[in-house]
């Protein structure tokens, strides 16, 4: 069974820094990755969807890669704003969509 | 506006009750989801639907239920053989084949009394 993972659980960081969140996963035999944004209390906003057949996604400051082979994907998100203060989750979908426990974000002004 | 409505936003449940969640989508999707997200786990698939008339358990189907008679809409019922049914409930819709995107709707907190 697919199993998705993501660390840190949580991260703390100054407002104006560039980070980096991490996802893995067990089983490369995916179509696609998508990354999701949650705010409590709320459903997921989907932010960026990379398809199995590429490398990265940019959206904004917002820049998704994947590397299938080794079962990874990063999130880089550049500037950090208070406003991105949230809970970042990572899917993959191969026969079902399955989902990490996310990255707790919170940017510091 | 496209998107998916969820309701009651908020659910409050008595033992041996059974409640329905409303799931509502104008997005076109054939495929809609139901998942349960519990503090510190990762959401899990309860029951999903590819097409109207046709629904399938998820790894954590045991004291639900769904139908799917119109494309729009995808209710869950939470029956009283749900043990621990406390949870935010998601519902989600997607187009169907490989290339599939999740769009999700607001939730549904359902808290047993």
């Known amino acids: 069974k697919q199993e998705v993972t993501q660390i840190p659980a949580a991260l703390s960081v100054p407002e104006g820094e560039n980070l980096v969140l991490n996802c893995s996963f067990t089983?490369?035999?995916?179509?696609?990755l998508q990354w999701f944004r949650q705010d409590p209390g709320k459903g997921l906003t989907s932010l960026l969807l990379?398809?199995?057949?590429?490398r990265e996604q940019t959206s904004g400051r917002l820049n998704a890669s994947l590397d299938k082979s080794s079962g990874r994907s990063t999130l880089y998100i550049a500037a950090s704003q208070p406003g991105d203060s949230a809970t970042y989750l990572c899917?993959?979908?191969?026969?079902?969509?399955?989902f990490g426990t996310g990255t707790s974000l919170t940017v510091i002004p | 506006d496209g998107g998916i409505t969820q309701s009651p936003k908020y659910l409050f449940r008595k033992e041996g009750q059974n409640v329905t969640l409303s799931c509502e989508q104008n997005?076109?999707?054939?495929?809609m989801y139901w998942y349960r997200q519990d503090p510190g786990q990762g959401l899990r698939l309860i029951y999903y639907?590819?097409?109207?008339?046709?629904?399938q358990k998820g790894d954590i189907a045991e004291g639900y239920s769904v139908s799917r008679e119109k494309k729009e809409s995808f209710p869950l019922t939470v029956t009283s053989a749900q043990k621990n049914p406390t949870a935010f409930y998601l519902c989600?819709?997607?187009?169907?084949?490989?290339?599939?995107?999740?769009?999700f709707g607001p939730g549904t907190r359902l808290t047993v009394l």
């Open positions: 989600a819709s997607s187009a169907s084949g490989r290339a599939r995107e999740q769009f």
């Open positions: 089983d490369s035999a995916i179509y696609n």
């Open positions: 990379i398809q199995s057949s590429q």
């Open positions: 899917a993959v979908y191969g026969n079902q969509f399955y």
């Open positions: 997005l076109n999707h054939d495929a």
């Open positions: 639907s590819q097409i109207v008339n046709d629904f």
